[in-house]
Structure formats: structure tokens, C-alpha cells
């Protein structure tokens, strides 16, 4: 079965580092996500992708983060200046349509010291 | 968003049904319920969504009672494998763009052997 791939698998990084998190949606999705979680807390929307440019995007997605899907397979995150709080794990999803199931990968855990 | 209502944690033993209950007695008629698991340590993982009839997949049923306020995830034969934590998610249509699901804290599925 497809699934969703994302690298590195653990990050770690000095605060105020730049760190791209990478994911390799499903191939035939059109719609691409990215989710965190804290330890220990809830699941927290990022941003949602669509066409080349995002969707829609939280509170938490300010103007540190970015996306991009630089070809045809990859998306990613980027965090310009890292902070501690940004510790968390991040995870990728990707979805045929709008509202169908979400595919998630298996995350990457960032640690920023 | 609708706001939903579960149980903190359930326990079941294995090669038993699991009912997971759900309340969402804000659900706006054109929401969708949605149901995720996480397993420890990966991604969330989609079970199953439905509208208004009882759905089945080969992971799941889901009852939706008739006046949508409150749905029931079924799982007909627990296995070690299902323990996780269970999210109910009712989907807001937002009227356009791909909107983020929101998830809450769940229900932790302990499975006993």
C-alpha cells in the first residue's frame, strides 16, 4: 500500500538554526498537509496545501514557517529560525480529495537545544 | 468546530468488541464524522468517516444515530494492535479550500490479552 514518507526521522538543531523537515506525499494526491505535536499534547493543524499554494493555515503557522513542493514529489517545511518551543513532532499528510480519508507519515521528531 | 466529547481511555480485553462512543451534539449538517486512531509513536492513521448511515470498512463500523448528535466506533474483534488513541473529528465544511482537520485529546484504548 502507498504511504506517505518523511525524513529525516529525528532532527536536531540549535536554536535559531533553519531546519527543512521533508515528505514524500502519496503520488497521486493533491492535497498535502502538515501537522505537529508536542509531546504529550494534541495533534495541532499547520497548514494545508492546494495547487501550489497554501490553503489554509493556523494561528501556530506564522511568518517562520514556510512550505513549498519544490518538483513533482517532495514537500516540505521549513522553519527559519528555530526555537525551543518548536520541539515537537512533525507530520506530514496528503489526500486524494478534499475531505477523503488523510494519509499521515510516521513524522519527524525536531529537537531544537 | 463542532465540539466532540469522548471518553478519557476505555479498556477491553483482546478478541473482543470495542464500542468507542463519541458525542458531537454541535454537528452542523453538512459535517462529516471522521475517525483517526495514533498508535504509539507513528502518525494518526484514518479508520473510517461517514455522513448520516452506518458505515462499514475492514477496519471498522461506525454507527451514527439518527440525529447525528453522537456516533459509536466499532471495532468487532480488538487486538493488541488496536490499542491507540481513538479521535472522533466532525469535518466543518468551510465552503472552499482544504481545510484542517482539528484534532481533540481522544480516547486511550488500553487492550488487555
Known amino acids: 500500500e502507498p504511504e506517505v514518507t518523511q525524513t529525516p526521522s529525528h532532527q536536531v538543531t540549535q536554536m535559531g538554526q533553519e531546519v527543512i523537515l521533508r515528505c514524500v506525499p502519496i503520488s497521486n494526491h493533491l492535497y498535502f498537509y502538515w501537522y505537529r505535536q508536542i509531546l504529550g499534547q494534541k495533534v495541532e493543524f499547520l497548514v494545508s496545501f492546494y495547487n501550489n499554494e497554501i490553503s489554509e493555515k493556523s494561528e501556530i503557522f506564522d511568518d517562520q514557517f514556510s512550505v513549498e513542493r519544490p518538483d513533482g514529489s517532495n514537500f516540505t517545511l521549513k522553519i527559519r529560525s528555530t526555537k525551543l518551543e518548536d520541539s515537537a513532532m512533525y507530520f506530514c499528510a496528503s489526500s486524494e480529495a478534499l475531505r477523503l480519508a488523510l494519509h499521515f507519515g510516521n513524522g519527524t521528531r525536531l529537537t531544537v537545544t | 468546530d463542532a465540539k466532540t466529547t469522548q471518553p478519557n481511555s476505555m479498556e477491553s480485553n483482546e478478541e473482543e468488541p470495542v464500542h468507542l462512543p463519541c458525542n458531537h451534539s454541535?454537528?452542523?449538517?453538512?459535517?462529516?464524522i471522521h475517525w483517526y486512531r495514533q498508535l504509539p509513536s507513528q502518525g494518526p492513521e484514518y479508520v473510517i468517516h461517514?455522513?448520516?448511515s452506518n458505515v462499514n470498512n475492514r477496519m471498522a463500523s461506525l454507527a451514527i444515530a439518527e440525529d447525528r448528535k453522537s456516533s459509536t466506533l466499532i471495532l468487532h474483534r480488538a487486538t493488541l494492535r488496536d490499542a491507540a488513541v481513538y479521535y472522533c473529528?466532525?469535518?466543518?465544511?468551510?465552503?472552499?479550500?482544504?481545510?484542517?482537520?482539528?484534532f481533540g485529546k481522544g480516547t486511550h484504548l488500553i487492550i488487555q490479552p
Open positions: 461517514g455522513l448520516t
Open positions: 473529528i466532525p469535518d466543518m465544511y468551510s465552503g472552499g479550500g482544504a481545510d484542517g482537520l482539528t
Open positions: 454541535t454537528i452542523s449538517g453538512t459535517d462529516y
